[in-house]
């Protein structure tokens, strides 16, 4: 079965890092991008940014640039999401996509998604 | 960036009846266009890819349609399953997403 497993749940200080990971399962990690979106309490899903597993191209959206990492580590075929200087406003549910790639031509859109990890900022 | 906008935000509808989604891009992104469904506590699944492509295992009650700038998701019947949060996305220009269209149970 295809899927994508999440680490668990996290809470962190302001002013904390947080790593999430997402593990595939199912499915050759390198053919494929991970996306990441998230969802803060009641709101609707944002977008990250994305890494293509194949090419370690990345592409983060301009609200996130410079607080995002994402990496890929292809030994445990593992994607990390990296994201500094936590807020408030960064509590939400966070989410990892698989979109389809041919080498460097990537699909768009995302499916299947992890189950989500939940990351709390709070003091 | 391309800001996608839904409407209407609620959809009031009884099982049976016909919904009618709609998504308007800011300016053209072609076919590149996907549908979502999510229920609470769970994450986000795939509807329809490519304006009108039904996903893996979709049933057929869902339909997608339009290019350019308008886009819509139908469906035809709706299950009591179906009552959830909508959200279309695009890629053309980076990613954005809706703020999703509701379907409640009147």
């Known amino acids: 079965q295809v899927q994508l497993v999440q680490s668990g749940t996290e809470v962190k200080k302001p002013g904390a890092s947080v790593k999430v990971s997402c593990k595939p399962s199912g499915f050759t990690f390198t053919s494929y991008a991970i996306t990441w979106v998230r969802q803060a309490p009641g709101q609707g899903l944002e977008w990250m940014g994305w890494?293509?597993?194949?090419?370690?191209?990345?592409d983060y959206a301009q609200k996130f640039q410079g607080r995002v990492t994402m990496t890929t580590d292809t030994s445990t075929s593992t994607a990390y999401m990296d994201l500094t200087s936590l807020t408030s406003d960064d509590t939400a549910v966070y989410y990892c996509?698989?979109?389809?790639?041919?080498?460097?031509?990537?699909?768009?859109?995302?499916?299947?998604w992890g189950q989500g990890t939940l990351v709390t900022v709070s003091s | 960036e391309i800001v996608l906008t839904q409407s209407p935000a609620t959809l009031s509808l009884s099982p049976g009846e016909r919904a009618t989604l709609s998504c308007r891009a800011s300016?053209?992104?072609?076919?590149?266009l996907a549908w979502y469904q999510q229920k609470p506590g769970q994450a986000p699944r795939l509807l329809i890819y490519d304006a009108s492509n039904r996903a893996t295992g979709i049933p057929a009650r869902f339909s997608g349609s339009g290019s350019g700038t308008g886009f819509t998701l139908t469906i035809s019947s709706l299950e009591p399953e179906d009552f959830a949060v909508y959200y279309c996305q695009q890629r053309t220009n980076s990613w954005t997403f809706g703020q999703g269209t509701k379907v409640e149970i009147k």
């Open positions: 890494i293509n597993t194949y090419s370690g191209d990345t």
């Open positions: 996509g698989r979109v389809d790639c041919s080498g460097t031509h990537c699909a768009n859109w995302a499916d299947p």
């Open positions: 300016q053209s992104v072609s076919s590149s």
